[in-house]
């Protein structure tokens, strides 16, 4: 497969691609707390992220292979409607087992990372597995980059785990730095900032 630089389209509109964003979230996260709160909860979530953040995603024949989503001001995410639809989410799936255990984790990770100020966040981003390891994350993270730049942002933050996710391998690679480490309850999570110049 030749990867086309021109493939990547930001997205606008709510419905068109939305539930192949859920798919690929839930096929790269279903082990931490957003993939375990349901798909009511990620199709609010990304209706969200493409209202007050932004949404890239690498298309091919209709396809979407991957995608990059990301915030300038994480403030304008995280409100009251954020956390009633979380709050929703958990109550509606807390039959998964692994529910309160994600739940407890990310707890923990909001009070370790009470300190951080860095507001602009690279929120999520997944290649779908038949297609891995062919610049398809370099050339969403380098759409996200010229993005970020033209928003006058120079440094923003990206979460990943070193249990579930092989994002830091993607980071590592493209100069990312490593920022902080946190173990949560047996999971160790990785902050990583990219310094744009």
Same mark, same amino acid.
């Given at each position: 497969m030749k990867i086309n630089e021109n493939s990547n389209i930001r997205l606008i509109n709510n419905d068109t691609y939305i539930n192949r %964003? #859920?798919?690929l979230h839930l096929s790269a996260f279903s +082990? %931490? %707390?957003s993939g375990t709160i349901g &798909?009511? =909860?990620l199709r609010f979530y990304y209706k969200r992220i493409i209202k007050d953040g932004f949404i890239f995603a690498y298309i091919e024949d209709n396809s979407m292979l991957g995608f990059v989503s990301g915030i300038i001001n994480e403030k304008l995410l995280y409100n009251i409607r954020f956390y009633f639809n979380a709050i929703l989410g958990i109550i509606t799936h807390i039959y998964n087992p692994n529910m309160i255990l994600c739940f407890i984790r990310h707890i923990f990770r *909001? *009070? !370790? %990372? /009470?300190? #951080?100020?860095i507001n602009s966040e690279l929120l999520s981003i997944v290649v779908d597995e038949h297609?891995?390891? !062919?610049? @398809?994350? &370099?050339?969403l993270v380098e759409?996200? +980059?010229? =993005?970020m730049m033209k928003n006058g942002v120079i440094k923003y933050k990206v979460f990943t785990d070193m249990k579930y996710s092989t994002g830091h391998l993607l980071y590592d690679k493209l100069g990312f @730095?490593?920022? !902080?480490e946190l173990c949560l309850i047996g999971l160790i999570l990785r902050?990583? #900032? !990219?310094?744009? /110049?």
């Open positions: %964003l #859920v798919e +082990n %931490l %707390l &798909k009511r =909860f *909001i *009070i !370790k %990372l /009470k300190g #951080v100020e297609y891995r390891g !062919k610049g @398809i994350g &370099k050339i759409t996200l +980059n010229d =993005f @730095i490593l920022e !902080k902050m990583y #900032v !990219k310094e744009l /110049k």
